[in-house]
Structures are given as structure tokens and as C-alpha cells.
């Protein structure tokens, strides 16, 4: 919000990085998310019961790479864009998939909504505080309204449940070891 307050000027080395930060944003969406899609995923999830197991794998990864590429291109786009009108916003994704746990891969994964999932619900819910018990059913609930948030799909609700158990899992054994 600071950064509303300040006069705006334009600066050459900021709209550079601006858009070099657009182009590349550009260029992760439709150079490898949709090529991705198009080429691979979409004609095989299409069609499942036709294509072989290695395929279906290939498929699989792919996917996971077409939504990392697709989501971080978008967000490259739009920092780059306030950039370019002199305003500094934060990465929205640092390498998720070199992540070393769940733990990890949410603190890289989505940050902004990530952030604002901890902050809105995690902390309010007690957070860290209190037994690892405790914690694991916060960081359960959270998950599975992140879940929701993304859409009110079975889908969804599923995919929020699994994330919400890895990490109080990885809470829980943390805890333990």
C-alpha cells in the first residue's frame, strides 16, 4: 500500500525489467504450458483408455508442468506489468518442484495465496501453537478450504483433504523424529 502513496515516474531500467519479465512470463505460458497441453495432455486425458501406461505417465507429469508453467507465467506477466508502472510486487512462485517437503513446496507454491491462507486461517486457527496434534489439524482444515476455495468440486475438496494430510503428516513426524 506504500507504494500507492508515492507519486508515479517512470524509470527506462524498471520498464526494461518490466517487460523482460513480461516476455519471459509470455513465453512459460505459451511456449511450454500451452504447447504442453495441446500436444500432450489435453489429447491424452481426452482419450485415456487409448494411450499406454507410459504415456498416461508422461501425461501425468506433464499436466503438473503445464499448471506450474501456466500459473507462473501469469504471475510473471503481472509483475512484470507493475514493474513497468513503478510498482515492486513479490515472486508468486520460487521453484516449487525443487522442494524438499510439502512444507516446502507451499512456501514456494502460490505464494501470495499460500500467505494469505496462513495468515486468514492457519494463524487464526492457533497456528503452530499448541501440540503437533493440533497443529496437523489446523494445517488439515486449512488445506482442505484451500480446496474449496479453488472451487466447490468434490475435486477439489479431495485435493485439499490430501495436501491438508501430507503436511500434518510431515508435522506429526516431524515432531516425533
Known sequence: LPQLERT?????RAAETGLGRIILG???KMCIADVLGVT???PTFA???ACGSWTLLVAMYAYAFQIYYDFCGYSDIAVGAAKMLGFDLPINFDRPYLATSMRDFWRRWHISLSTWLRDYLYVPLGGGRG?????ARNLAIVMLLGGLWHGAAWGFVLWGAVHGLLLAAGRVFHAVS
Do not use: E, G, M, Y
Not at 131 to 135: G, M, Q, R, V
Open 8 to 12: 508515479p515516474r517512470f524509470d527506462d
Open 26 to 28: 509470455l513465453f512459460k
Open 40 to 42: 500432450l495432455v489435453d
Open 47 to 49: 482419450n485415456p483408455s
Open 131 to 135: 501440540s503437533a496434534w493440533k497443529t
